[in-house]
């Protein structure tokens, strides 16, 4: 379906949630566009093999960096970033005695083929490969702020405090809240927090 400029931002499995379709906005070196429905349908005017995916309008925060495909940008829902932790914050949601963790974290897309680990076919040889914090930094994208959700309980919300505690860079991998859970009713930008990778000073 795709040309050098036409496309569809989502992979085939997957949709947009109906809470996101307004919210999604696709960013290269000459344009910023939004998308459209729920694969979100695109058309740049100039070729890009970059993309930077944001969330609800043309200056709002980074989700993502992405690479140019011909068929799809095979975009998941998934958000991958990574900062600093700028504050965590801890709260009840209405009608629920269950406690969350909001993250906020200041800083940039990851490139599109940042691991912190190996996949599941890499694992069997060893040594892993140690990641580098800037080798996986879009640097070109300007930072700003996204905020994460966890449950209070979770290891994660302990790693992200520690992170913050100690200012130690992170990397983020989430992907935006299924509709099922209601996480969108409570918040703008309902981001799971998925794993974190804390880097030594």
């Not at 947009?16 to 566009?33: F, G, K, V």
């Not at 694969?39 to 740049?44: D, K, R």
């Not at 970059?50 to 960096?65: N, Q």
């Not at 996204?146 to 979770?154: F, G, H, Q, V």
Request: aromatic share 10%; proline share 9%; with cysteine.
């Amino acid at each position: 379906m795709n040309d050098e400029r036409s496309g569809q931002l989502t992979a085939e499995h997957w949709r947009i949630p109906e809470y996101a379709l307004d919210s999604l906005w696709l960013e290269t070196e000459s344009e910023t566009l939004q998308t459209a429905g729920a694969v979100g349908l695109f058309e740049l005017i100039v070729p890009a093999q970059r993309l930077t995916l944001r969330w609800g309008g043309e200056r709002g925060p980074a989700l993502a960096r992405l690479r140019w495909q011909p068929d799809n940008l095979q975009w998941d829902g998934s958000v991958r970033v990574g900062g600093f932790v700028d504050a965590l914050h801890l709260t009840t949601l209405e009608r629920s005695d269950a406690g969350v963790a909001v993250i906020f974290i200041g800083g940039q897309p990851l490139k599109p083929d940042t691991r912190p680990f190996p996949d599941p076919h890499g694992r069997h040889h060893v040594p892993y490969p140690v990641p580098n914090f800037e080798d996986g930094i879009a640097d070109d994208v300007a930072e700003d702020v996204t905020t994460w959700l966890a449950p209070e309980d979770s290891p994660l919300v302990t790693l992200a405090q520690d992170a913050m505690m100690n200012k130690l860079r992170v990397y983020c991998f989430g992907h935006l809240a299924p509709p099922a859970g209601g996480w969108h009713w409570h918040f703008a930008l309902p981001i799971v927090l998925d794993s974190l990778t804390l880097f030594a000073p």
